[in-house]
């Protein structure tokens, strides 16, 4: 019986270790979206979100904060939201994006950047790049460059 009551003891601390909140300082910070990757089975389709439309300065930047939310904003298009994320200690993520200033007219680099963070599962830190994983109807990788 006491063998029991350890084994459980250990499962039960475990177990809420697991979903325990973290905070992850190398998030803090503004970053810029670069690009959108689909994967499927067969193939892989890959979007430079910078260039999309008339423009070659248009830019999606999000400033993470130490409280694990973050604000974001389309530059040139008055596009602007903010959003919320959870990490555990075992690199997963689960976030929250919406808009809370946009014009009439949808754009597609928004749209792209709040599907990967309303849908996120993980996501990965090399130097300053930031890659976001996310299930949407297929696999798929945003990608964020650090600014300076």
């Known amino acids: 019986m006491k063998e029991l009551l350890v084994i459980s003891l250990c499962i039960g601390l475990f177990a809420c270790n697991k979903d325990k909140i973290v905070k992850d300082p190398a998030l803090v910070g503004a970053w810029r979206m670069d690009s959108v990757m ?30 694990n939310s973050f604000a974001f904003e389309y530059i040139t298009k008055a596009v602007e939201g903010k959003g919320h994320f959870t990490l555990t200690k075992y690199g997963d993520m689960k976030s929250q994006a919406y808009a809370t200033n946009y014009p009439l007219t949808t754009y597609l680099m928004v ?37 300076e």
Do not use: C, P
């Not at 300053?128 to 600014?147: D, M, P, R, W």
């Open 38 to 67: 689909y994967l499927t089975s067969t193939t892989a389709v890959y979007k430079d979100t910078i260039y999309w439309g008339e423009s070659n300065n248009k830019r999606l930047l999000m400033e993470v904060k130490d409280d």
């Open 111 to 147: 749209y792209h950047f709040m599907e990967a963070m309303n849908n996120t599962t993980s996501y990965s830190i090399h130097d300053n790049q930031l890659s976001v994983f996310y299930v949407a109807g297929h696999k798929s990788i945003v990608k964020f460059t650090k600014e």
